[in-house]
């Protein structure tokens, strides 16, 4: 499957089932001089294996990796695993849309398993969906919202910012 993008959900799901955490430096925004203000410590590993960067590598504990997911939600970060060749789960990175290779690099990576769907009867277009979509499905056209959902990568940023719950995340 290589890289998607996961819900912060399906995240903290897969996180909730490893024992051992380690959190390290995003290898991205350290390429890139940290130019945005994100955070740099964002990508959580579970085994040693993992494939993600290994810069400022450090065991966490659960507090850590806690505090680590609250900084993801309040910040808009995107959930990316890291999978090894048998399809197990050995790390999530926390990604945001101005450093991400995998965000910024989409037209050659893969959707993830979920999809938004909106209901327009409850959708009231008040646009704050499109303020959190990183990857350019939502935008706002003469105060209408437009969905282009090939564009959609799955993340869920929209669920969760969305007042009146007029969104919902389905298997693509």
Not at 11 to 22: F, L, M, P, S, T
Not at 135 to 160: E, H, I, P, W, Y
Request: hydrophobic letters at 35%.
């Amino acid at each position: 499957m290589g890289h998607v993008v996961w819900t912060m959900q399906d995240a903290e799901e897969a996180i909730g089932e490893q024992e051992k955490y380690w959190i390290s430096n995003c290898a991205c925004r350290d390429e890139r001089g940290r130019i945005c203000r994100k955070g740099l410590r964002t990508c959580l590993g579970f085994a040693p294996e993992a494939t993600s960067s290994e810069n400022g590598r450090a065991p966490a504990d659960k507090d850590e990796v806690a505090k680590l997911l609250s900084l993801a939600k309040d910040q808009k970060l995107v959930p990316r695993p890291f999978l090894s060749d048998e399809g197990r789960v050995v790390a999530v990175c926390f990604c945001c849309d101005c450093c991400c290779s995998y965000i910024n690099g989409r037209k050659e990576n893969a959707a993830g398993p979920k999809i938004e769907q909106t209901d327009m009867d409850y959708c009231t277009e008040c646009g704050a969906c499109v303020e959190v979509c990183h990857f350019g499905a939502r935008t706002m056209k003469a105060d209408k919202l437009a969905v282009n959902r090939s564009q959609c990568f799955g993340c869920g940023l929209c669920v969760a910012e969305c007042p009146t719950q007029a969104i919902i995340m389905a298997a693509r």
